[in-house]
Every structure is written in C-alpha cells, then in structure tokens.
C-alpha cells in the first residue's frame, strides 16, 4: 500500500522559492491583489486563475476548465513538468483533481494560502469535486509530491480566516495532543500536520476504519456547512461541540476542559458573526446524513466519540440516535 504522506516544508518567505516558474500554476486570482505574491504568480509563463469557493468544484463546470487548462498549458510538455496548486481549499481540492486526471496524472505540488489548508485540507491525499448538492462525493486519492507552507502568505489571512481554521486545528488536538495551550498557530502547525499523517498512514487508502477518526466533528458540521453556509472550519467547530456533549454522555466522561478550551475559539451554536444558529429541520438533517461518507448500513453511520480514556473511538451509531441526540442539545427542531 503506497502512502500518502507529503514532504512538508515550512518557509518563510515567497523569495526562498526557487525554480518553480517551469511549471503549471493554478491559483486563486483573489492573490494578485496582494504584491508579494503578484510578484511570484508573475515568474510563471504558465498559468491559470480561478475564483475559490464550492462553485469552482461544481461537475458540471469541470470540462470548461479543463478546455482553458488544456490550452494555458499547450506549450509546456508534462513529461517535465508539475502542476503548482496556490489556494485555499477548494483551490487545492480543484486542482488536485486536475492533476489526478490530466494526461492520467501530473505532479503536484501544493502551496496552501489559507491556515485551514496549510493545517488540514492540503495533507492526506484527498482531492474532490461536487455534484448538486452532493458535496465532495467525486474525487480521487493523490499524493502531493510537495507541501510548501509559507508563513508570509498566511499572514495575509484576515483574522476570520485564523478563527475558522482553529475547527481543524482543535480537532487534531483533540485526537492526538493532551494538551490545549493557547499557541498560535504558526507555533502548532507542524505538530498538527504530523499528527494528522499519523493518522493518514494508518489508513491512507480508508480501508480499515482508522482514517474515519479524522471526521470527528464533521457529522454534524457537514450539516450545518450545508444548511447555515458556514465556512467550513467553523462548522467543523460547531461538530466538535455537538461531539463533546454526546461523549460526555456516550461515555460518562468529564470533558469540560476540552469544551471550555473550544468555546474560546469557536463559541457554540454561533455563526461567526455572533448569530445564534437555528435549529434544522428533521427532514432535512436526516437527508444530509443519507449523503454522509462513514455510512455503513441504509439507516446508520460511523460516529467518532472521545471515550473514557480520552482517545477517539469510533461507533457506529443509527440516524435516529443522532437524530435523539440533535434535538436533545439544540441542534435538530423537536
């Protein structure tokens, strides 16, 4: 079984980057906006910007790009050549797909923008496109030859950008680290990312069930990313709280530590603006766990707990459990 762990490197700034300009960038064109990474996007001969956001991994949209790829990238020969991804992550989930599948398969090589990309979404392999309504149900296992995390480019990030990415963050920690010091994130990152490839090289392929712990939060945050747009990490941050109080009663384990060290980051059941988040509605919540991933059976799916041991454990539990569970905290209209 191949691994699907990425050589990581952590720079300082866009100048130390060398001998890149050869290749095949895709980037966010929301960067050009800012000098230093103009500049860089610039060295390269060939190039192609997109707009981040779901709308970019929409199927229906994907011939389009590939049509205006195909062409940007007409005088380059990807025998020799790797494609560069520079984004977020939708950016990097795009473009991983685009490397997957081009010519069956070019180079790749991520440069992650955001600190929720540079923490999670670039790692682990994972590329993926929508469908409709169904989110990141097309896509493809594929190693990134090259992580390059820039500190410059994450300290363009406004402040909301940091506070999403802490969902991600808190989750590793949660998983993996006993410990929740107030940090920054620059000081965590590298010990998020390895821990996260522990996970990865478990399970890479998510054959075994191990990789399925890095969805803790993830049940029920899908739900509200969908229903409520919330940005992704946020809503992941809503899962975790919605987590914690299950396994608290799942487990009979005392885990206000944890939630306290969340509620500073992410407060529950808030959007990010401070507005109280209204409960979904049952119909709708029970067919957003019908296009849940980790669904083992028609009527259950695999829910991860943090248990007495203070360890994720991962149960498969049934839709009118979590259903139960959503309206008794909140979540879910009685």
């Known amino acids: ?7 990581v490197f952590y720079i300082n700034q866009l100048s130390e980057l060398k001998e890149l300009s050869d290749h095949f960038l895709i980037f966010d064109k929301h960067l050009l906006t800012f000098d230093k990474a103009k500049q860089f996007i610039d060295t390269f001969t060939c190039s192609y910007a997109v707009e981040a956001g779901e709308s970019l991994k929409d199927l229906s949209s994907f011939p389009q790009h590939m049509d205006k790829i195909l062409e940007a990238s007409k005088s380059l020969s990807f025998k020799n050549s790797k494609i560069i991804v520079m984004g977020g992550g939708t950016v990097g989930d795009f473009g991983g797909f685009v490397a997957s599948t081009l010519k069956r398969g070019v180079p790749l ?24 309504s169904y989110k990141n149900q097309i896509g493809s296992f ?16 406004p402040e909301n950008l940091k506070r999403q990415a802490w969902g991600e963050a808190f989750k590793m920690l949660l998983i993996s680290i006993d410990t929740y010091a ?32 890095l969805n803790l ?10 229903m409520h747009r919330l940005p992704h990490g946020w809503a992941v941050g809503q899962g975790l709280h919605f987590s914690l109080i299950w396994s608290e009663k799942k487990f009979d384990v005392d885990l206000s530590i944890q939630k306290k060290a969340l509620e500073r980051k992410i407060p529950m059941q808030q959007s990010e603006e401070g507005k109280s988040l209204l409960p979904l509605a049952q119909g709708l919540f029970k067919n ?37 569970e959503a309206i008794r905290q909140g979540w879910v209209e009685k």
Not at 193 to 202: G, L, Q, S
């Open 217 to 226: 939060g993830h049940t029920l945050g899908h739900a509200f990313e969908v």
């Open 288 to 324: 957003l766990l019908l296009q849940d991933k980790k669904k083992v059976s028609h009527d259950e799916v695999n829910f991860v707990f943090i248990n007495k041991s203070l360890k994720p454990e991962i149960k498969p539990v049934s839709f009118v459990e979590i259903m139960d």
């Open 109 to 132: 090589i991520h440069i992650p923008t955001t600190w929720l990309a540079a923490i999670d979404s670039s790692h682990g392999g994972k590329t993926a496109l929508n469908s409709g």
């Open 182 to 213: 107030d940090k920054n994130l620059w000081e965590q990152l590298p010990g998020l990312v390895e821990e996260k490839y522990k996970w990865v090289e478990k399970d890479p392929y998510e054959k075994l069930g191990d990789r399925q712990v």
């Open 142 to 157: 594929y190693k990134a030859e090259k992580i390059l995390i820039i500190k410059e480019l994450l300290e363009l990030n």
């Open 1 to 7: 079984m191949s691994s699907l762990v990425s050589d």
